[in-house]
């Protein structure tokens, strides 16, 4: 059986950094998303649809905007109750706030509470798709897989390993932390929709024998992800070159230890040096860009051009960032751009959100476009949420300045409607 989803529809086939926006999107007022089972089999115009697919079955969402579901690259789940916590920079943060909390997930049944809650708020934020950081219990992993099972939903996520500078009970060992993400990763990897991410937190927390350690299991595996966290405040930055003397930089202090790779994910990456630039670019590694967290937390202001020579996905950072949602992402990322003399189009951050987080994934194939195979995890966006979104979006003389105001201005509110799996979900 074929289903229509109805609406507005807008679609990517190119990168819009790379590529003029208007030549990289396709835009059909009156378009629609065909879906069999939990695939998309086509997208664009309405009409074209219905002579392609005969007795479909119809859903209409009238003049709401469908898109790919939104794709969240970089978020710490165990710290969705901690979000908006005020007052600390990266390092007191993790003392004050995180690791307290995180403790707290050596009960199961806590972290079991936790992944559905933050799984559903992404949802009723339209984020169909993430990447987590667990903490150092391996049932903290089982939780984020067994609730994004229940709700059908492609996530990506890894057991957090730290061996020194967090306290006693949040830290590993070399051994177990190489030991626990193996076996982390044999249970769950290519698992229905799950992905094990091997996750080292950031150099400061894992001994170079830990990193070394967990540079093998990757080099042992490398069809998974490495995600972790690179030059994001200036004093992290000199904590890491007190704890490794000897490292070119920071980015160094991964390479030297076999975790620097195209499939690795390297959070937040503000401050970085000319030759980590370089290296990035030259091993086709993933940036991932965490606007309200990096504003939140005081960090800096990441460089957007990047994402002309380098593969940039956008993540909230919940709960260093202050919002569940990708649209606030969306707007805290135009608003940091501008910061750094550069307007980003709408095209651009709707991207970002979606195919340029997926790519950041190595999914794109899976998620984050309308392309025939992809899954048909779906958000529908109404662009005239609120008073305010809607007296704005009214004077619109095109799809562009009616999208505009919802990223800048829109919340869970504006969410219309979710699929995951090509089935509707609540929101």
């Given at each position: 059986m074929t289903t229509l989803i109805k609406g507005q529809v807008l679609a990517?086939?190119?990168?819009?950094?790379?590529?003029?926006?208007?030549?990289?999107?396709?835009?059909?007022?009156?378009?629609?998303?065909?879906?069999?089972?939990?695939?998309?089999?086509?997208?664009g115009a309405v009409d074209t649809l219905r002579d392609r697919f005969p007795g479909a079955e119809e859903v209409d969402h009238s003049d709401a905007l469908i898109l790919p579901g939104f794709v969240d690259a970089h978020m710490h789940y165990p710290q969705t109750a901690i979000i908006a916590s005020w007052g600390k920079r990266l390092i007191d943060w993790l003392n004050t706030y995180t690791f307290p909390?995180?403790?707290?997930?050596?009960?199961?049944?806590?972290?079991?509470?936790?992944?559905?809650?933050?799984?559903?708020?992404?949802?009723?934020?339209?984020?169909?798709?993430?990447?987590?950081?667990?903490t150092i219990h391996p049932a903290s992993v089982d939780?984020?897989?067994?609730?994004?099972?229940?709700?059908?939903?492609?996530?990506?996520?890894?057991?957090?390993?730290?061996?020194?500078?967090?306290p006693d009970d949040l830290?590993?060992?070399?051994?177990?932390a190489h030991d626990d993400s193996a076996a982390l990763l044999a249970n769950w990897h290519g698992v229905g929709r799950a992905s094990y991410v091997i996750t080292p937190r950031f150099s400061p927390t894992s001994t170079p024998a830990q990193l070394?350690?967990?540079?093998?299991?990757?080099?042992?595996?490398?069809?998974?992800?490495?995600?972790?966290?690179?030059?994001?405040?200036v004093d992290e930055i000199a904590w890491v070159r007190a704890l490794f003397p000897s490292a070119r930089d920071y980015l160094d202090t991964y390479e030297a230890h076999?975790?620097?790779?195209?499939?690795?994910?390297?959070?937040?990456?503000i401050h970085l040096e000319p030759r980590e630039i370089d290296r990035l670019r030259e091993v086709g590694a993933g940036l991932v860009h965490c606007p309200t967290s990096n504003t939140f937390i005081g960090s800096g202001l990441f460089d957007i051009g990047l994402a002309a020579t380098h593969r940039v996905g956008l993540a909230t950072d919940t709960g260093g960032g202050s919002s569940f949602s990708m649209l606030r992402?969306?707007?805290?990322?135009?608003?940091?751009?501008?910061?750094?003399?550069?307007?980003?189009?709408?095209?651009?951050?709707?991207?970002l959100a979606t195919e340029g987080s997926a790519r950041v994934l190595h999914a794109v194939n899976e998620v984050g476009t309308?392309?025939?195979?992809?899954?048909?995890?779906?958000?529908?966006?109404?662009?005239?949420?609120?008073?305010?979104?809607?007296?704005?979006s009214n004077r619109a003389g095109d799809i562009w300045e009616a999208v505009f105001p919802t990223i800048m201005m829109g919340d869970d509110r504006a969410v219309r409607a979710v699929y995951v799996a090509g089935e509707a979900v609540g929101t």
């Open positions: 990517f086939h190119a990168d819009p950094f790379s590529t003029p926006w208007a030549d990289a999107t396709r835009f059909y007022a009156h378009g629609a998303v065909a879906i069999q089972g939990d695939r998309i089999v086509g997208s909390e995180e403790a707290r997930f050596k009960n199961t049944t806590y972290a079991t509470e936790i992944a559905e809650r933050a799984l559903d708020l992404a949802l009723a934020n339209g984020t169909t798709s993430l990447c987590s950081y667990c939780a984020i897989f067994t609730a994004a099972k229940a709700r059908g939903m492609a996530v990506w996520a890894g057991k957090t390993c730290m061996d020194r500078n967090a830290r590993d060992t070399v051994q177990s070394e350690a967990l540079g093998a299991l990757w080099a042992a595996h490398p069809d998974c992800l490495m995600q972790t966290h690179l030059s994001e405040q076999n975790l620097l790779g195209e499939r690795g994910l390297y959070g937040h990456a992402t969306m707007a805290a990322a135009y608003e940091i751009a501008q910061l750094r003399g550069r307007a980003l189009h709408p095209a651009q951050l709707l991207w309308l392309a025939e195979g992809s899954a048909a995890d779906l958000v529908v966006l109404d662009l005239a949420s609120t008073p305010a979104i809607a007296q704005r």
